[in-house]
């Protein structure tokens, strides 16, 4: 009887269908929101071609997108409603738009973007639909590049932080390497840890590689939130590996490590160890909250 009724209900597909078509009504607002950001989207991809430090960005759309697209199936199966709070999230976010075009604050009118985005979704499919793919909406932020303020107040301290705990290591094994600013001299040459060096360039990128890491090999929320998290103090760790290596070669071995294109194939070995650590720590954390 209970397969009986599996095998003649042939409406479940057409079902499914219908609730892919509730789709629609949303398209036309996200048209003219396209529009309305379409200036500042402009811009963003401009930005994204011509900063490396923010080339990831090309990615987090697409990144967005594919988990979505992975979710389909599931989401198809959700109930939809209209949900006021989405709207309000909504109106917040272009009420941002308004301040941050007013106030030339390109980082906030973008922040706005994903915000207007986000809410708008929210009212249209209800606050199940939400709850499974909020995830989606927070990546995106990571395709927006951070206040330059923000970026060089961060980039000497950790220009310094390298500098110093390199040449501690360094001083450990006897290589009587000294320091002098953000520059290490060693057997007879001098390495500066420039700002391209400093770690804040690798950083933003290994957080959205850890984000989306996190949350594609980790079940609870709780696991998550600390791997992440560790991508931070990761990116330092693997910024200082890199500037003890080039120093070590410079002193054992040749200071042709300097120059192009050795310099940056050491670059890849922030990413290598920051990989390798979040690959550890993830499978550590899996047997801690399975």
């Known amino acids: 009887m209970f397969n009986s009724a599996m095998h003649n209900n042939p409406s479940l597909p057409e079902e499914s269908k219908g609730q892919f078509n509730l789709m629609w009504p949303i398209l036309i607002p996200v048209a ?7 200036p500042a989207l402009a811009d963003l991809v401009q930005d994204w071609w011509d900063d490396d430090n923010y080339s990831h960005g090309f990615l987090v759309p697409l990144v967005s997108g594919y988990l979505l697209w992975k979710k389909r199936e599931m989401l198809a199966g959700l109930p939809r409603h209209k949900d006021s709070v989405g709207l309000l999230v909504l109106i917040a976010g272009l009420c941002l738009f308004v301040a941050a075009n007013a106030a030339a604050e390109y980082f906030t009118l973008r922040v706005s973007f994903v915000m207007s985005l986000f809410g ?15 995830f989606e909406f927070f990546f995106l932020l990571f395709m927006i590049p951070i206040p330059y303020v923000i970026y060089y107040s961060a980039t000497f301290p950790m220009q310094t932080l390298a500098s110093k705990i390199t040449v501690w290591l360094l001083d450990a094994l006897g290589t009587g390497a000294y320091r002098q600013g953000n520059i290490i001299h060693i057997s007879g040459h001098s390495l500066e840890v420039a700002e391209a060096c400093s770690g804040v360039r690798s950083l933003v990128s290994l957080m959205a590689l850890g984000a ?16 992440f998290l ?3 103090p990761i990116a330092v760790a693997g910024n200082v590996f890199r500037v003890l290596i080039t120093a070590i070669l410079v002193h054992a071995v040749t200071p042709d490590v300097l120059v192009e294109p050795w ?6 070995i922030v990413f290598i160890v920051a990989f390798v650590s979040l ?3 993830s499978a550590i954390l899996r047997k801690i909250f399975e």
């Open 32 to 38: 003219l929101l396209l529009v309305i950001y379409m």
């Open 120 to 134: 708008l979704t929210w009212y249209f499919f209800g606050r199940e639909i939400i709850k499974h793919i909020w």
């Open 212 to 227: 989306f890491y996190a949350y594609t090999t980790q079940k609870r929320f709780t696991a998550q939130a600390i791997l």
């Open 230 to 232: 560790s991508t931070i």
């Open 263 to 268: 310099h940056s194939l050491m670059g890849l």
């Open 279 to 281: 690959f550890i720590e």
